[in-house]
């Protein structure tokens, strides 16, 4: 695996560098909110006041929640600008996604699942509220004779109204079509903006077809993310004739909802697939989750593993970061990990084009090197989540990387992110009740024996990114080899200092007048090194450590 991420490095571009930064967030104000027992949020959404979270909470009410009709399981809270809460829903409807419908209409469309009666299935169901949280009326939709256990996912449309997608297992009442047996579709819906059904469409085959999020894109169509194993004889073209790959899936929808097209991307492994994706002035990117080396990923710097060690369970899955331009065509594709379960869900692209990637990691090696110095080790056999952020230049190549949350051996998950402004988010988390700072948890509202809780919280990005820029003449090849284990050499210049930096910023070596730095004392992971020639000039290049 080493040999292709090596081959990837041999290509990578060296950074003109004036200043490595220390820190890469900075937490500002923070709040748990919550009931006595388990509480998972889903979404956050920020409006003009401040912010919208949501999710699911337990029946038994407690904490802060105190809002009509408590026994149900979905809930809705409005934040002012510094997280504090102003109001509450609480609704019969797990919510599961939320967002601002698109101009400048003042409301809010949820997608999540609701109980039907009489056989109180679970059906999708979109709510449309305004920012006090006012109900406008709220749509089930759906087979009413069948059970729906997948997130819902949903989209803004430039119309005032919205289009859903979730995984169908049968034809009969809003869904018109089925392919399969007893096997996921991807259903598709439009909605108006008072709530009628304007078309819906079946994205599947006799293989399994689960959507991950549906966009509007600038065409007016629709893009469509669905992790898959796509057969013959569907409405989308088929991946493979093997049942136990899943593919990631981009399916093309016009206006009306007709398939215009679809792709698959991946390799042989298990679990290839995309969570979400941005379009860029060039292209697409795409963020997910990936377990192959090989086909798209090839050269993407994969990390082999297994979860907890056990090959039962399949090779564990990196962050996968991919961009296609804007007919599919891979671009370039890179994975970030370690042996453990990574996935990506949300990603932004900077000022800079470089990108944010936001999160989960069970990994405590590799390119995760936060979680081994931010947190106890937890051992291979004995993992933990963390919620966790990748920084990135514009081909994809980590920047910095930092895992959050209790510095201890506890589960934190990942919920939600908005983006403020350019360096400035504010997320939502899921984690156990603590009543004093514990690592970068330190609300001032926490609640003894509440159980998992919202953590809704605000951080900046502090990196200082002043000097850097690409320069391709300098970056072909400066070090070597690449990886290393033992040393790395400087050619084609004189080195009169180097500083070697971890992908935390802090500086972890020295050293003075020699092209040659030993780092066989420094832990496996990806390193900058900062190398001041004796023209004057400063360059920076990765090198990865592996053993």
């Not at 995984?167 to 869904?175: E, Y």
């Not at 990135?392 to 959050?404: A, V």
């Amino acid at each position: 695996m080493w040999k292709q991420f090596s081959a990837m490095l041999a290509l990578m571009l060296c950074l003109i560098f004036s200043v490595v930064a220390n820190a890469q967030i900075q937490f500002g104000w923070q709040y748990a909110y919550g009931s006595m027992e388990d509480d998972e949020p889903s979404f956050i959404c920020k409006t003009p006041s401040g912010y919208i979270v949501g999710g699911y909470k337990s029946p038994d009410g407690g904490f802060s929640v105190d809002c009509d009709n408590v026994e149900s399981l979905g809930w809705i809270l409005k934040l002012d600008e510094t997280g504090q809460l102003v109001d509450q829903l609480c609704t019969d409807m797990g919510p599961t996604k939320m967002v601002k419908a698109k101009g400048d209409n003042p409301y809010y469309y949820a997608f999540g699942l609701v109980g039907v009666p009489p056989h109180n299935y679970s059906n999708a169901c979109v709510l449309k509220i305004d920012e006090d949280l006012n109900v406008l009326w709220e749509r089930a939709l759906g087979n009413p004779n069948d059970d729906y256990w997948l997130a819902l996912n949903g989209d803004a449309t430039d119309d005032g109204g919205c289009v859903g997608t979730i995984a169908v297992a049968s034809a009969g009442g809003d869904v018109s079509q089925h392919f399969g047996l007893h096997t996921w579709d991807a259903w598709v819906f439009k909605l108006d903006e008072d709530g009628n059904i304007q078309w819906d469409v079946t994205l599947g085959s006799m293989g399994e077809e689960e959507p991950s999020c549906i966009k509007q894109i600038a065409d007016g169509g629709y893009m469509v993310l669905i992790g898959g194993n796509t057969q013959p004889n569907g409405s989308i073209d088929s991946c493979h004739d093997y049942f136990d790959i899943i593919y990631g899936i981009v399916v093309r929808l016009d206006a009306n909802g007709n398939v215009m097209g679809s792709r698959c991307y991946g390799g042989s492994s298990r679990v290839d697939a995309f969570s979400s994706f941005i379009t860029v002035d060039d292209g697409y990117v795409f963020v997910g989750e990936a377990s192959s080396d090989d086909g798209d990923l090839q050269g993407s710097g994969y990390h082999f593993g297994y979860h907890q060690g056990n090959p039962n369970y399949g090779p564990s899955e990196d962050v996968w970061l991919m961009k296609t331009d804007f007919d599919g065509n891979v671009i370039w594709s890179r994975c970030y990990g370690g042996t453990e379960h990574d996935f990506g869900y949300k990603v932004f692209q900077n000022e800079d084009g470089g990108f944010t990637i936001f999160g989960d990691t069970w990994s405590i090696n590799g390119d995760v090197q936060s979680a081994t110095q931010l947190y106890e080790p937890i051992g291979v056999q004995s993992p933990v989540n963390k919620p966790w952020i990748i920084r990135t230049d514009s081909k994809g190549y980590l920047i910095w990387e930092r895992t959050f949350g209790a510095n201890v051996a506890s589960y934190q998950f990942y919920g939600d992110v908005t983006r403020d402004s350019e360096k400035e988010y504010t997320m939502v988390c899921e984690v156990p009740c603590y009543s004093s700072p514990i690592g970068d948890i330190n609300y001032p509202n926490g609640v003894d024996d509440s159980w998992d809780n919202y953590w809704v919280f605000h951080i900046t990005d502090v990196y200082d990114y002043e000097g850097v820029d690409e320069n391709q003449a300098e970056g072909q090849g400066l070090v070597y080899p690449n990886p290393a284990n033992e040393t790395v050499t400087i050619k084609d210049l004189e080195a009169c200092g180097v500083q070697v930096y971890n992908t935390l910023g802090q500086l972890v070596k020295t050293v003075k007048d020699t092209n040659e730095i030993s780092v066989a004392d420094l832990p496996d992971g990806v390193y900058l090194l900062k190398v001041t020639a004796t023209d004057g000039i400063n360059r920076i290049c990765r090198v990865v450590v592996s053993r």
